[in-house]
């Protein structure tokens, strides 16, 4: 894996920082040596970050460099509206001049900013964007393809944006594959195409005309490649979310699932997006699961939790009344991915 920096500079402890929190949960493709954030420096990340490997925080680059070897430096924040912090612009000249390659998922586009596109002509170094959409004529429209794919396509959504719907999916993801399970996955954001997601689009920076048609070509592309008898599919904002129209929604038409696993944040009381100045409400569970129904016309079979701010009791109350008001499944994926692979494995059978 190349070795890399990370840089969330008093960022860290924040839900813009989804895409460090990811890679430290999750990293296929980086080897993550170091964290540049100057509010946290001398710590380590799992004194700031709940469940995650421990690696070391600095206050700048050149501390870091000083103790790694890192080839490239990821902009790990994925700020709503996708704007470079302007704290990050020093951070970036600096890597710059020393020679690491900059990777970003912003809609903030790197190679188009002058100042970092002139330096890095300068020093001979790479500004990659995976935000970016591909070229127009390498977009594809949609082609209703699920009637060819056989295997089952689950959507894991949630009740908001930075909930920990990528998570719980690669929990479960690996679960499966410990279990025997012919699975893949398609990410849908930057941090899952960071981590090294085989297939995938970034899916707010793809044409309107594009969108469903670009996802369900990555799901068609795995189901080819692979013939897996499980794709599991990362959701975006949720559906009943006014600022992420184009996520959930997306996300049911281009997969067109065969069931839905559902991600919450019981103790969260307002949306991630804007909540200081908004504070707009989060759905109850019921009403969400009742949308998803009508979108896809499919059920949601299991939730899984986000249990930020909630105690180990409080936690355990939420999974219980969950499974008896719904009569499904209810798990932390962090710690009981194998209760969702199940159900999902339960899912195949009936349908088959």
Same mark, same amino acid.
């Given at each position: 894996m190349t070795k890399a920096l990370i840089l969330t500079d008093?960022?860290? +402890?924040?839900?813009?920082?989804?895409?460090?929190?990811?890679?430290?949960?999750?990293?296929?493709? @980086?080897?993550?040596?170091?964290?540049?954030?100057?509010?946290?420096?001398?710590?380590?990340t799992d004194q700031v970050v709940?469940?995650? +490997?421990?690696?070391?925080? @600095?206050?700048?680059? @050149?501390?870091?460099?000083?103790?790694?070897?890192?080839?490239?430096?990821?902009?790990?924040?994925?700020?709503?509206?996708g704007y470079?912090?302007?704290?990050?612009?020093?951070?970036?000249?600096? !890597?710059?001049?020393?020679?690491? +390659?900059?990777?970003?998922?912003?809609?903030?586009?790197?190679?188009?900013?002058?100042?970092?596109?002139?330096?890095?002509?300068?020093y001979d170094v790479e500004l990659e964007d995976i935000r970016k959409s591909p070229p127009l004529d390498e977009l594809h429209y949609f082609k209703n393809r699920k009637k060819d794919i056989d295997a089952l396509t689950i959507p894991f959504l949630g009740t908001d944006s930075s909930v920990g719907k990528r998570t719980a999916l690669l929990e479960v993801y690996e679960a499966m594959k410990e279990r025997g399970d012919e699975v893949e996955?398609?990410?849908?954001?930057?941090?899952?195409?960071l981590q090294g997601a085989e297939y995938g689009i970034p899916l707010d920076s793809i044409k309107g005309d594009y969108m469903v048609g670009e996802l369900e070509n990555q799901i068609w592309k795995a189901w080819k490649e692979k013939k897996p008898d499980y794709i599991l599919v990362e959701g975006q904002g949720s559906i009943s979310h006014p600022a992420y129209v184009c996520g959930s929604r997306a996300v049911l038409a281009g997969s067109q699932p065969d069931a839905v696993i559902?991600?919450?944040?019981?103790?969260?009381?307002?949306?991630?997006y804007q909540s200081e100045d908004i504070q707009w409400p989060m759905p109850d569970l019921e009403d969400e699961i009742h949308l998803i129904r009508v979108y896809s016309g499919t059920d949601v079979i299991a939730i899984?939790?986000?249990? /930020?701010?909630?105690?180990?009791?409080?936690?355990?109350?939420?999974?219980?009344?969950? /499974?008896?008001?719904?009569?499904?499944? !209810?798990? +932390?994926?962090?710690?009981?991915?194998e209760k969702i692979a199940k159900r999902i494995e339960r899912q195949k059978e009936i349908q088959d």
């Open positions: 008093e960022h860290l +402890d924040i839900g813009a920082a989804k895409t460090t929190h990811g890679l430290l949960r999750h990293s296929e493709k @980086y080897d993550i040596e170091g964290i540049i954030d100057s509010k946290f420096a001398g710590k380590t709940p469940r995650c +490997d421990k690696v070391k925080i @600095y206050p700048d680059l @050149y501390s870091a460099l000083e103790e790694n070897e890192a080839k490239k430096l990821i902009v790990g924040v994925a700020t709503v509206g470079l912090p302007e704290n990050f612009r020093q951070h970036i000249e600096e !890597s710059i001049k020393e020679g690491l +390659d900059i990777i970003s998922g912003l809609h903030h586009f790197l190679s188009e900013d002058e100042e970092f596109v002139e330096l890095a002509n300068e996955w398609v990410a849908t954001g930057q941090t899952g195409l559902l991600q919450h944040a019981p103790a969260r009381k307002y949306r991630h899984t939790i986000n249990p /930020e701010e909630l105690t180990e009791k409080e936690k355990r109350n939420y999974l219980i009344n969950y /499974e008896q008001r719904f009569n499904i499944p !209810s798990a +932390d994926a962090l710690e009981e991915p």
